[in-house]
């Protein structure tokens, strides 16, 4: 019995100890926060003078292409709810609380001359009321829903888009300038484009291959590089604010340990799409892309690169154009050299292919494999590629089916801040994290099916009620005491189970 006895206090000891090894005090200049977006929670699709944006017209009249058929028309009602949502996070602990606009509740008509008061106000009711709770706004301009009217004209593929947004952005500006210090202008461009104009997975579906991506981008990028110098010469002087881009990155990993090329390709056309023409030295596509692009163009039948140029003012334009690297993290691949033959191009562009460690444990997406170390790795990546830029991660996070007793995504963020923080101690020049999102939201193509809020929302309740997941406790534990705990998720889950 003694023994037994003795046993038992060893490995509580051992516990307790690996517990204390694996605990990390967030550095003080480090802010924690939270995300989410205007179409995925607002609801109230048609309220007031809202517009149709290209979401609303994609879930009404292509239904099918969403995995459960559903859309945003209520979505989690945050339009009427907004204040419950920022009491929670709040009550949490977070620091800055991260929204989108909806452009076509801004703008009905998706053009500057036609403003909706009602839609201003709103925006202004919500930004209030978080620095009422003593968080920091921090704003997207643009997540993904421009009015259905730009359709007619292509959407993104037509450079008119760079103005109509560029206007858009102006009136953001003017009238909600005053209240906000954190500005993103476009989230995701390089996600976006490929699933909008490359295949038809998001609004407005254009299966246009990589051709319709990169066209998509290219306008993008100028649109962003046009606002910032916007902010900059109209309102940067009186409001005082900073304004970025967010990139999504995956972690790059060689199949084979002598192979450093591949991982580094990866890179360049995973993440360095965009974020080389605005924070590399000299600016411009990565050289590897434009020229396995052109090859591969030529090899098509094309006489020139499906990858658009930009002109000598444009680079210079772009270069440097954002106050931050905005990142998002969800998830890493396994690259190998796929080898180009003669009269054969680059395999998908790029001559890598991507795929995955078998050891590496699955989340419920298809995509997301779950490697926090790749998190580390990119923050170096870009630590070393662009000099150590102002980093904020934006989005960070874990989607299951909705359960309340969320231990896999306690483990998932712990693992992820954990990274977050060896990293900035390594020198990475990391300011805020953010974890997406605050609420089961509508996810994009997969409908409600993916859910990766730490708060429960009850989509089947015409209140949506909202029930705090065990991760939200969690979090508002170690929010409150400034200390990355180590979590025993298998003792957590016994003692839930014997409760």
């Given at each position: 019995m003694i023994c037994i006895n003795v046993i038992l206090i060893?490995?509580?000891?051992?516990?307790?100890?690996?517990?204390?090894?694996?605990?990390?005090?967030?550095?003080?200049?480090?802010?924690?926060?939270?995300?989410?977006?205007?179409?995925?929670?607002?609801?109230?699709w048609n309220a007031s003078d809202k517009g149709e944006s290209t979401w609303d017209s994609w879930t009404h009249k292509k239904r099918h292409l969403i995995f459960d058929q559903q859309n945003g028309d209520i979505a989690c009602d945050s339009y009427h709810k907004y204040k419950e949502d920022i009491a929670i996070a709040k009550d949490i602990g977070f620091n800055h609380h991260r929204l989108s606009l909806s452009w076509a509740r801004i703008l009905p008509t998706g053009f500057s001359n036609k403003i909706s008061k009602d839609g201003i106000q709103y925006y202004k009711n919500v930004i209030d009321e978080i620095r009422k709770q003593g968080m920091e706004p921090f704003v997207t301009?643009?997540?993904?829903?421009?009015?259905?009217?730009?359709?007619?004209?292509?959407?993104?593929?037509?450079?008119l888009?760079?103005?109509?947004?560029?206007?858009?952005?102006?009136?953001?500006?003017?009238?909600?300038?005053?209240?906000?210090?954190?500005?993103?202008?476009?989230?995701?461009?390089?996600?976006y484009?490929?699933?909008?104009?490359?295949?038809?997975?998001?609004?407005?579906?254009?299966?246009?291959?990589?051709?319709?991506?990169?066209?998509?981008?290219?306008?993008?990028?100028?649109?962003?590089?046009?606002?910032?110098h916007m902010y900059n010469q109209l309102f940067r002087a009186e409001q005082g604010g900073k304004i970025?881009?967010?990139?999504?990155?995956?972690?790059?990993?060689?199949?084979?340990?002598?192979?450093?090329?591949?991982?580094?390709?990866?890179?360049?056309?995973?993440?360095?799409?965009?974020?080389?023409?605005?924070?590399?030295?000299?600016?411009?596509?990565?050289?590897?892309?434009?020229?396995?692009?052109?090859?591969?163009?030529?090899?098509?039948?094309?006489?020139?690169?499906?990858l658009p140029s930009f002109s000598l003012e444009e680079i210079a334009t772009i270069r440097g154009s954002s106050d931050y690297f905005g990142l998002n993290y969800?998830?890493?691949?396994?690259?190998?050299?796929?080898?180009?033959?003669?009269?054969?191009?680059?395999?998908?562009?790029?001559?890598v292919q991507v795929s995955v460690d078998r050891a590496w444990k699955k989340g419920l997406p298809s995509w997301a494999y779950i490697v926090p170390e790749g998190l580390g790795l990119v923050l170096r990546k870009i630590k070393d590629e662009y000099e150590n830029p102002e980093v904020h991660i934006l989005e960070n996070g874990y989607a299951d089916e909705g359960t309340v007793n969320?231990?896999?995504?306690?483990?998932?963020?712990?693992?992820?801040?954990?990274?977050v923080i060896l990293a900035k101690n390594d020198g990475c020049n990391i300011k805020?994290?953010?974890?997406?999102?605050?609420?089961?939201?509508?996810?994009?193509?997969?409908?409600?099916?993916?859910?990766?809020?730490?708060?429960?929302?009850?989509?089947?309740h015409e209140n949506r009620t909202r029930t705090p997941k065990l991760s939200a406790k969690w979090l508002k534990k170690i929010l409150k005491n400034r200390i990355l705990e180590y979590h025993d998720v298998h003792n957590e889950t016994l003692k839930k189970a014997n409760n």
């Amino acid at each position: 019995m003694i023994c037994i006895n003795v046993i038992l206090i060893f490995f509580t000891l051992l516990r307790i100890a690996v517990a204390k090894k694996n605990n990390f005090a967030f550095p003080g200049d480090l802010t924690i926060g939270v995300s989410g977006a205007a179409y995925q929670i607002e609801g109230a699709w048609n309220a007031s003078d809202k517009g149709e944006s290209t979401w609303d017209s994609w879930t009404h009249k292509k239904r099918h292409l969403i995995f459960d058929q559903q859309n945003g028309d209520i979505a989690c009602d945050s339009y009427h709810k907004y204040k419950e949502d920022i009491a929670i996070a709040k009550d949490i602990g977070f620091n800055h609380h991260r929204l989108s606009l909806s452009w076509a509740r801004i703008l009905p008509t998706g053009f500057s001359n036609k403003i909706s008061k009602d839609g201003i106000q709103y925006y202004k009711n919500v930004i209030d009321e978080i620095r009422k709770q003593g968080m920091e706004p921090f704003v997207t301009i643009y997540h993904w829903d421009h009015p259905e009217y730009f359709n007619n004209y292509g959407g993104w593929l037509n450079e008119l888009m760079v103005d109509f947004y560029v206007d858009f952005a102006r009136v953001v500006f003017r009238e909600l300038g005053s209240r906000v210090k954190f500005w993103t202008t476009i989230n995701e461009p390089n996600n976006y484009c490929h699933n909008a104009y490359a295949q038809e997975s998001y609004a407005p579906g254009m299966r246009l291959k990589e051709k319709g991506a990169y066209i998509c981008g290219h306008n993008m990028l100028k649109a962003h590089a046009k606002t910032y110098h916007m902010y900059n010469q109209l309102f940067r002087a009186e409001q005082g604010g900073k304004i970025g881009i967010v990139i999504p990155c995956r972690g790059n990993f060689p199949a084979n340990s002598n192979d450093t090329e591949s991982p580094m390709i990866a890179f360049q056309y995973d993440c360095g799409w965009m974020a080389n023409p605005i924070f590399s030295k000299d600016g411009d596509y990565p050289k590897v892309m434009k020229e396995r692009i052109y090859e591969n163009s030529i090899l098509e039948g094309f006489s020139r690169s499906e990858l658009p140029s930009f002109s000598l003012e444009e680079i210079a334009t772009i270069r440097g154009s954002s106050d931050y690297f905005g990142l998002n993290y969800y998830t890493s691949r396994v690259c190998a050299s796929m080898p180009k033959t003669n009269g054969t191009g680059w395999y998908q562009d790029s001559g890598v292919q991507v795929s995955v460690d078998r050891a590496w444990k699955k989340g419920l997406p298809s995509w997301a494999y779950i490697v926090p170390e790749g998190l580390g790795l990119v923050l170096r990546k870009i630590k070393d590629e662009y000099e150590n830029p102002e980093v904020h991660i934006l989005e960070n996070g874990y989607a299951d089916e909705g359960t309340v007793n969320d231990t896999q995504r306690i483990e998932f963020l712990y693992s992820h801040m954990k990274e977050v923080i060896l990293a900035k101690n390594d020198g990475c020049n990391i300011k805020s994290y953010s974890v997406w999102s605050l609420l089961d939201n509508f996810e994009w193509d997969r409908g409600y099916a993916e859910k990766y809020g730490i708060v429960h929302v009850d989509f089947n309740h015409e209140n949506r009620t909202r029930t705090p997941k065990l991760s939200a406790k969690w979090l508002k534990k170690i929010l409150k005491n400034r200390i990355l705990e180590y979590h025993d998720v298998h003792n957590e889950t016994l003692k839930k189970a014997n409760n």
